[in-house]
């Protein structure tokens, strides 16, 4: 796909996340129904709540809350951008093992080809069930197994529900790879390749540069969504598997369509993996089915090696 | 001047002598410990210029043989504390000749275990930052914390434990003054009054009664860093006495070697006799059936529960083309083998028992490897890598150079302590003290105080009058 066009469609989904999230995304609401009348109210207007209902509300008591367009830095990235909640939702239906998620975030953090902060898994949920393509990002739990363990909180939870890592304070003890269940977390054993993108300014938020002896994983790109962009990997899926957006808003896209978190999960049964280990994943998955193409079809993207170590973990089922 | 009874000038003139001295084979030893440290201190330099990558670590065996050496060396550290600990608050007889080699064990290997804590760590150069931005929520904090307090226990322990002979060497005459100078000042005037020594007698039971809770708590607190994380083989309930045992039944094991080696090299076999090695043999070998105990209940339930996850870790031990010898190993011989051997009176010997012991150490040290590798092996969603050295640990040279040359150091440490502290103690520890004797002079002291009052009292209300 062209570069044109896929800005062309970003922009479109801008335009209808956007409209559809006035009042919340880029401006909210100070203290409704919390403080006290406004003296000589001005102009009422309409905003849309996140139930879907119209509300009325004095103009003098919105405030723009655009924020910056820079990606935060120091104390300002334990933040988190104002009333968000970030969230995923991937349909396994979709996913051909094309690896171009993988390829476009490590384009977009400046990783090696060996380091994978997104992969993708061959999965089969039973004997009985036909395999499916599986890509794993990190899971931004809202109970997060790695938060909990880091002894000098370089890792840390954000109010918009982004699990970051500030690899300027991490010591590379490595004891929250060793928590995840997931296993999201991948150590820079070597230092990152040389390239433009390697002098920028740090920020938690880009994770760009990466430092040699310091745990890197997906960061959710909060820096891209700052700027209204979606991660990565969600503008590099050839298929659109992979869903991104705002909880609150109730709004995902994946770059071609945008729908409702709301409906897709539950029209959908939309499930999050090992649920029952309490760590209350933000990414969600939509089950294989209605697929149309065999899972053999992504094979082909697999080196021999790769190939055959695939099929032969399928055959552990 | 300190007073000597004859027995303990006997033991002076033995050992003073010992420790300014060096035989020829010492010195050889010394160089063979020289060698491996120093191929220690070569893989040290390449690890820091290299990077981690040296290493055989990857991204889900993130933490190797530096880990398995770590909860090793804390573990052999339960010798001094728990051993001496428990043996000198039930005022048993027989410890003093082996309890100063204990407490040295403690102390060294409490020194050097978290040294391979810190080769496991990305960013040395970082260290600081556990001081700056510790969160009290991580069990690495909680680590820190224990081992710490714990290192300086064992060694004003150790230290306390030592005063009365650094008295007697203050007043015996070396050749080098230094050495009497360094004496006295550690000797912090012990005279051998009666009022020294119950105070001495008193820090000690408060040492030991303070040290062995403390022990319990490092080992417990070094299981969770493992029982906290939600994986197969680690979260489990009973990590942390389990490894407490284990580190009991570790120690036990070593300080049998030691004093081995100490009766064989330095011609103690006046001062540790059989009975020591029977009475420790016979504690190691209650150890070793507890911990046994633990080890069949841990595998059992899981394997009985056969949650996939579990099974897919008990498969890879009971693999014979994974880690199944290994396992046999650790789990069968190191277990059984002492237990026979030492419950078997016809089988029980000075050399047999050391022989048992190192067999169980070892045991206990792959152990520990297979508690940490194959775990780590087996994330909750099965590993799909393709890199071979990411799905399969295995240690490089230079963990290996590491790893031996860490060993080498707690030898070489113990020669040096050995030159400074007779490895036995030479004044023997007063054990006469009568507590309740005591306890009905302090009554008396307090009863002449209150009547001292009220006769006070009385007095003022008359004036009053």
Redesign the interface.
Known sequence: MSEVMKSHKRRNFLKTGAGLAIGLGAISINGLGTEPPIKDAGKKIKVLMPDGSLAEVDEKSLSTRTGSMQPAKGPKAKEGIPGRKFVMVIDLGKCNNARKCIEGCQKGHNLDTSQEWMTVHLRKDNHQSEPYWFPKPCYHCDNPPCVKVCPVGATYKRSDGCVLVDVNRCIGCKFCMSACPYSARVFNWEPPPKSSEANQDYSPETSVPGQVGTVGKCDFCPDRSRQGKLPYCVNSCPMGAIYFGDMNEDAISNGTETVSFKELINNRAGHRILEELGTYPSVYYLPPVDKAFSYERGLKNLSEEQKKKALENLSKY | MMELDQKSTRALKFFAPQMVTISKSGIFRLILLLIFIVGGIYALLVQIIE???VTGM???V??GIYIVNFIFFIGISYAGALISGILHLLRVKWRTPIIRIAEIITVISTFIGPIYILL????LD??H??A????I?????WD?LAISTYLIGSIIFLYLASIRDMAALRDYPFESKWRNGVYKFFAVNYRGTSRQNRYLDRALDTMSAIIIPLAVLVHSVLAW?FG????PGWHSTIFAPYFVVAAVFSGTGVLIIALWIFRRFYNLKSYITKIHFNYLGIILMILGALYGYFTFSEYLTSWYGSETWDMEVLYKLFDTSEYWWWFFFAAFIGVLLPIIVILIPKFRNINSITAVSVIAVAALWVKRYLIIIPT?ET??????D??SEYIRYSPTLVEWLLTFSGVATFFLFFFLFSKLVPIVPVVKADDSVNYSQLRKTVMKRIIKRKIKEEKLKEAKKIEHL
């Open positions: 990077g981690h990558v990857r991204d889900n993130v933490w496991c760590m990305g960013r970082r260290l930052h556990l700056v931005f510790g969160r929520q991580s069990p690495i904090i820190v860093i906290m994380t939600l994986r780590l994330p909750l969603l099965p590993l799909q393709m890199r």
